[in-house]
């Protein structure tokens, strides 16, 4: 049992350290060139995918009750919703 979880961890480091280096070649790769929204939007999806990785396997929220899953997750909209606002109402 505990095999599998070093391999399994093992494996998220490694797609973590691909999607860090997946964002590095966004902005810096000279031998294919993207746009500056492109690089960002690619940047915002790698971060999106680094971070259910990380909320789901190293911080163990895969293996808890959905209920304390669903309340993380309407923390973040909220969170989302509250810096959307704070944005906006910058003039």
Same mark, same amino acid.
């Given at each position: 049992?505990?095999?599998?979880?070093?391999?399994? %961890?093992?494996?998220?480091?490694?797609?973590? @350290? +691909?999607? #860090? $280096?997946?964002?590095? =070649? *966004?902005?810096?790769?000279? &031998?294919?060139?993207?746009? %500056?929204?492109?690089?960002?939007?690619?940047? @915002? +999806?790698? #971060? $999106?995918?680094?971070? =259910? *990785?990380?909320?789901?396997? &190293?911080?163990?929220?895969?293996?808890?009750?959905?209920?304390?899953?669903? @309340?993380?997750?309407?923390?973040?909209?909220?969170?989302?919703?509250?810096?959307?606002?704070?944005?906006?109402?910058?003039?």
């Amino acid at each position: 049992m505990a095999h599998d979880s070093v391999k399994l %961890y093992s494996a998220i480091y490694v797609a973590l @350290l +691909v999607a #860090a $280096t997946l964002n590095f =070649l *966004l902005f810096e790769s000279s &031998f294919v060139e993207f746009t %500056y929204a492109q690089a960002i939007i690619g940047t @915002l +999806v790698i #971060a $999106t995918v680094k971070t =259910l *990785l990380i909320v789901a396997y &190293f911080m163990h929220l895969r293996w808890e009750n959905r209920s304390l899953t669903y @309340l993380m997750g309407m923390a973040l909209a909220l969170t989302m919703l509250l810096m959307a606002a704070a944005t906006y109402s910058i003039s």
